[in-house]
């Protein structure tokens, strides 16, 4: 179990569990690159609390039995302060498993996801669909006039809860959906269901197939003709990281909603890319549905938090990030909205032209409506 406060003197520990290796390696390891890059700013500044900080780094192996032992490791032998990291949902329950449920650590979830996670001791610092599904789809069927939706999607928990928003939105705004499928990650013959995009008269296909099977899925798609017969495709988590996944042609004019994209021009912003660019040149990119964004927000949410509450006691630092803010981050400023333990960000919709996204609608600060969490007290 992980204590409340450190021993006086001892580094203050951060574990990151980042998939350094294995299908979302491209990720993880720009995931990793951002923890090293904030952790040295803070250090280079006198640390927190007048002690450094040190960065536990872990390699999950897109493997979420991995992740769960990497969690066990970080809080038994590392006692760490607090836990980031995980791409997939399935990863989130895996962490969480060892690092909250049993291990009481705080855990601070950095991507763009289904949301409705809601417990004392995790705090989540990516969009969820009150941020993403709730402003683009309208946006988007008022702007091409489509109303048939097919719904490609991976089996597990975020596709399943996504598609579900997706459906209540469409319905919403006079859409229908016309088909909704689900395949393992690894499945990549996508073949008899481009043929039922097709036959189903389709006119968005709103994409949760997610690596390695989304290659496929849109090499497939693309050579079927969707796009040239001027179907939209949509995948809300694809950024400059997935991008170079694929072949540009396959996801020309794709559209994603997201909380930063690399053509987001405020000062700070660039600099922080710059920054993140001179440090770590490579195709390991500084990204938003990569986590790279959350990651960043929920490393300086959770340092001001530490500095407002003046100590280490989990507690107080619960107390203080609930309300937690910083005045300038990736995309913009953000601030934990209290009793949610989600963040309000500013969202923009974008769009690949050429291999790059450019953005077409900032959307401004959007609020996460997530439920409110029970009393922090619950997890002392």
Not at 207 to 225: E, K, R, Y
């Amino acid at each position: 179990m992980a204590q409340s406060t450190s021993a006086a003197g001892r580094p203050i520990k951060v574990g990151v569990i980042a998939d350094q290796s294995g299908p979302l390696s491209f990720v993880g390891l720009a995931n990793a690159n951002v923890a090293r890059m904030v952790i040295g700013d803070i250090n280079a500044k006198g640390g927190l609390l007048g002690r450094h900080v040190e960065l536990c780094l872990e390699d999950s192996e897109t493997n979420d039995a991995v992740a769960a032992a990497k969690a066990t490791k970080l809080v038994e032998h590392d006692r760490v302060d607090v836990i980031f990291g995980g791409i997939y949902s399935s990863t989130r329950q895996a962490i969480k498993g060892p690092a909250v449920v049993r291990g009481k650590t705080l855990y601070i979830y950095p991507e763009q996801y289904e949301g409705q996670e809601s417990d004392p001791l995790i705090f989540c610092t990516g969009p969820v669909p009150a941020q993403q599904v709730d402003p683009f789809i309208p946006w988007l069927m008022q702007k091409t006039g489509a109303k048939k939706f097919y719904l490609p999607s991976a089996d597990y928990i975020w596709p399943h809860v996504m598609n579900k928003k997706v459906r209540q939105v469409v319905a919403a705004n006079g859409g229908t959906i016309v088909g909704e499928e689900y395949f393992p990650l690894d499945h990549m013959d996508y073949r008899a269901t481009v043929e039922k995009i097709a036959s189903s008269g389709a006119e968005v296909v709103f994409n949760t197939i997610v690596p390695p099977g989304v290659t496929a899925f849109f090499g497939q798609l693309h050579d079927s003709g969707f796009s040239a017969r001027g179907g939209y495709l949509v995948c809300t988590y694809f950024d400059e990281n997935f991008l170079n996944m694929v072949p540009a042609a396959h996801v020309e004019g794709l559209y994603s909603c997201l909380d930063y994209y690399q053509a987001v021009s405020d000062p700070f912003s660039r600099k922080l890319l710059a920054q993140y660019d001179k440090l770590y040149p490579g195709h390991a990119l500084f990204t938003g549905g990569s986590a790279c964004s959350g990651l960043y927000r929920g490393l300086r949410l959770w340092a001001a938090a530490v500095t407002e509450a003046g100590s280490l006691a989990q507690s107080d630092v619960i107390e203080a990030l609930d309300h937690a803010e910083i005045a300038e981050g990736p995309g913009g400023p953000a601030a934990m909205v209290p009793g949610q333990h989600h963040a309000r960000m500013n969202m923009y919709i974008a769009q690949a032209r050429s291999g790059r996204f450019q953005i077409i609608n900032s959307l401004g600060a959007i609020d996460p409506q997530e439920q409110l969490v029970a009393a922090p007290m619950a997890a002392v």
